[in-house]
């Protein structure tokens, strides 16, 4: 099984600040990494595919990059919308598909 | 557009059978994979399996020996039951479609329903 490790759990980001969140594979997984973005009571709601693709309707403040075991969620400006828990997929190598623990990006 | 609806009981005995539909509305059940993924209160996510419009199916192999998923294209229907569930079986289980089946990710998620085990 491929292990994701998000760091850190909890990021704490003034609005308008720039927002870097972590996703580490215990092995490659290529380029078969997305992101999703989860609100409190709320489903998630996939941001990122295959590294860096925004899917339909997600702002271009929201960057992907990164390849193999490293990769990285750039949150450009952060906007009051974007608070948030953010969770990192691999697709790479299943069963299972796993997540990462997600980090928690909150008001500073 | 396309949206996921889960329905089932919230409440659920130890050792008795989860059984969970989600109903697919505005568009076709066909053509798609659909899976199940839970998340327990306060936690993260966790990949329980799908199923094809085909009636094939793939699932977490901790999970495999408890679960069965299904699918009824003429409800536009599947189905989630998970047999011998504990306490460590409650969460918020969501259904969600697969993008593709060469990028298994999930681009449609439904609202989710919290199914708590007790007693």
């Known amino acids: 099984e491929i292990v994701l490790t998000q760091s850190p759990a909890t990021l704490s980001v003034s609005p308008g600040e720039r927002a870097t969140l972590s996703c580490r594979a215990s092995q490659s997984v290529a380029y078969n990494l997305a992101w999703y973005q989860q609100k409190p009571g709320q489903a998630p709601r996939l941001l990122i595919s295959?590294?860096?693709a925004r899917a339909t309707g997600v702002p271009a403040r929201f960057s992907g990059s990164g390849s193999g075991t490293e990769f990285t969620l750039t949150i450009s400006s952060l906007q009051s919308e974007d608070f948030a828990i953010y969770y990192c997929?691999?697709?790479?190598?299943?069963?299972?598909?796993?997540f990462g623990g997600g980090t928690k990006v909150e008001i500073k | 557009q396309v949206q996921l609806q889960e329905s089932g009981p919230g409440l659920v005995k130890p050792s008795e059978t989860l059984s969970l539909t989600c109903t697919v509305s505005?568009?076709?059940?066909?053509?798609?994979?659909w899976s199940w993924i839970r998340q327990p209160p306060g936690k993260g996510l966790e990949w329980i399996g799908f199923?094809?419009?085909?009636?094939?199916?793939n699932y977490n192999p901790p999970l495999k020996s408890r679960v069965i998923a299904s699918i009824d294209t003429s409800r536009n229907q599947f189905s989630l039951n998970l047999r011998s569930v504990t306490a460590a079986d409650t969460a918020v289980y969501y259904c969600?479609?697969?993008?593709?089946?060469?990028?298994?990710?999930?681009?449609?998620w439904g609202r989710g329903t919290l199914v708590t085990v007790s007693s």
């Open positions: 199923v094809h419009h085909s009636g094939s199916t």
């Open positions: 505005g568009g076709s059940i066909n053509s798609y994979y």
């Open positions: 295959g590294v860096s």
């Open positions: 969600a479609r697969v993008t593709s089946s060469s990028y298994w990710h999930f681009d449609l």
């Open positions: 997929q691999q697709y790479h190598n299943w069963p299972p598909l796993t």
